[in-house]
């Protein structure tokens, strides 16, 4: 079963899987699946399993103290860290290029389009105001020439509409000085031109003297006007220019651009000039694999016909890595990258040992036997979910750890679930995005997750927690929740390889203003529905399967 259980709850120190599960009690129909040795019977000691032939029992850990141990992990003797191949190619990244990010960006030292846009909207403003108020003196029947001196130079606020014009003026010498041509983007000269208009416009609506029975359309237009274009002009600068180019200036950096120099773009040009300090340079130089999702701001080239890149898969530990994962030789694992691993196996060493530590509660248990336990760790309540899934434990790993991207299209409570820098075969830090619930009263979750992975005492163990990370700052709209050190662990099952005894530990915290202690009511509800996607996942990939066999 090559793709059975894709990764659910993303990351390895699972968030929370379901934000609905706290507003609705939880019924959980019992699970009937075929017998298999003992599996509905309670679960013993995760220690007790026999072990598969060609995972010998490993020495237990020793246990550490996370985060404030010094010295790399006992376990890290038990791992299995092959010098997978890559490649020795540099390549160029070409960026997918959307609308708003071209939109935002500057190239060759000109203002970017949604500025020149902005610029555009000033000068509109002045003509069609001015156009207006000739229109609007026209209409009347005077003569041109004297109506136009006795409102511009014998000028009143209580009878010429010229005042109208002499803002709109204003609003633009203003904006095209300071977003024209300083290239500002402060809010204060848009704030000070709406500011004066809307001030100036209710002051004219009361000093103006409204003359009963001429056309004062015409006026009336030119007084609501100049307060919608003054209330636009500040509207698109404050939800359109700034967020577009702030968004460009962090995947391209704050140095001009490509091209900037004053040289011609050719074909050797690289994309990324050596002085550009944005998240897209910081990710494709920080993420040294031949194949990695930087962001999802650039594609990878694919290898030449023939290369010898092009080996598929790699198996390390019974386990498949996928190309994507594989660092290049000539690509040498950086510090920052090895506090992240180092990080990872630590989070590993404290979830494993709290997983397997006595004096758990039974919280609640099913009719199939699946069953959550709960047990206070240094002042928080922690969750373990043990049950039996039909998968083999490396296939269960591999769709967990390495399939991240896939969790949405089976896991209905997540939003979006992506790898932001993988690192090496067994470490990555991913994205995940919780949907929100209660028709928005509980607004959407996401989560930052170091995850790690490795083969312990026979069991494939995949454990992570929150940390933080450049590339995915706290977004607009969402509360960043932190998952403390957890772990999913898929234990083989004696006479049976097909099937895997699945445990998850469980340690969150939600934010927000959900109170912790509903919160975890809820959470062996989540969790059990949890195993059930898994299972439906696990289900519909055999049948999926079993249908291209018979083809």
Not at 454 to 480: C, D, F, L, N, W
Request: proline residues 7%; hydrophobic residues 35%.
């Amino acid at each position: 079963m090559a793709s059975s259980v894709n990764s659910s709850v993303t990351s390895q120190t699972p968030s929370l899987p379901s934000y609905g599960s706290y507003l609705q009690p939880h019924n959980h129909p019992p699970q009937h699946q075929a017998p298999h040795g003992n599996r509905q019977g309670p679960v013993g000691h995760p220690h007790h399993l026999t072990h598969p032939t060609q995972h010998p029992p490993h020495p237990p850990y020793t246990p550490q103290t996370y985060p404030h141990s010094t010295h790399l992990p006992a376990h890290l003797s038990h791992l299995h860290y092959n010098g997978v191949g890559g490649g020795y190619r540099s390549q160029q990244f070409p960026v997918i290029m959307t609308d708003d990010l071209v939109s935002g960006t500057q190239h060759d030292g000109r203002m970017s389009p949604v500025r020149r846009f902005f610029v555009l909207l000033c000068t509109f403003d002045i003509l069609f105001t001015s156009l207006l108020w000739i229109i609007a003196i026209l209409v009347t029947g005077r003569d041109l020439t004297r109506e136009l001196e006795q409102q511009v130079m014998e000028y009143t606020i209580h009878s010429s509409m010229f005042d109208t014009v002499v803002a709109a003026a204003g609003r633009f010498l203003i904006c095209l000085t300071f977003y024209g041509l300083l290239d500002m983007s402060h809010w204060l000269p848009i704030t000070v031109t709406t500011t004066s208009t809307v001030a100036f416009l209710i002051a004219k609506v009361f000093e103006y003297q409204w003359q009963t029975g001429e056309p004062i359309t015409y006026d009336v237009m030119l007084v609501l006007l100049s307060f919608i274009l003054a209330w636009g002009e500040v509207w698109f600068f404050d939800f359109r220019l700034i967020p577009l180019e702030r968004k460009a200036k962090e995947i391209w950096g704050a140095q001009p651009q490509r091209g900037q120099s004053g040289e011609r773009d050719n074909e050797i040009t690289p994309l990324l000039a050596p002085s550009q300090g944005g998240m897209l340079q910081r990710y494709i130089e920080g993420s040294t694999l031949y194949e990695g999702s930087v962001g999802n701001f650039y594609s990878p080239f694919e290898s030449p016909d023939n290369s010898d890149d092009e080996d598929e898969d790699v198996e390390e530990s019974g386990v498949r890595i996928p190309k994507r994962f594989r660092r290049k030789k000539d690509h040498p694992i950086t510090s920052q990258e090895r506090e992240y691993i180092k990080t990872g196996e630590e989070m590993l060493v404290a979830a494993w040992r709290i997983l397997n530590s006595p004096d758990w509660k039974l919280e609640k248990q099913l009719d199939n036997g699946d069953r959550v336990q709960v047990k206070q760790v240094k002042g928080k309540k922690v969750f373990r979910l043990t049950g039996y899934v039909n998968i083999s434990p490396r296939q269960l790993l591999e769709e967990l750890f390495y399939k991240i991207e896939q969790a949405p299209t089976w896991n209905p409570n997540l939003v979006d679930c992506r790898t932001i820098q993988p690192i090496d075969e067994h470490t990555d830090i991913s994205y995940q995005v919780c949907a929100e619930a209660g028709g928005g009263v509980v607004s959407t979750r996401d989560f930052v997750n170091l995850r790690h992975w490795a083969v312990v005492e026979g069991a494939y163990v995949s454990a992570g927690g929150s940390i933080t990370h450049p590339a995915m700052p706290p977004q607009h709209k969402k509360v960043r929740g932190e998952n403390g050190p957890g772990c999913f662990a898929m234990r083989p099952v004696e006479g049976d390889p097909e099937l895997c005894l699945f445990q998850w530990l469980l340690d969150t915290d939600l934010k927000g203003w959900i109170p912790q202690s509903v919160i975890d009511k809820a959470l062996s509800g989540a969790q059990f529905d949890y195993i059930t996607h898994i299972r439906t996942r696990v289900g519909s990939v055999a049948d999926t399967e079993v249908q291209c066999d018979k083809l």
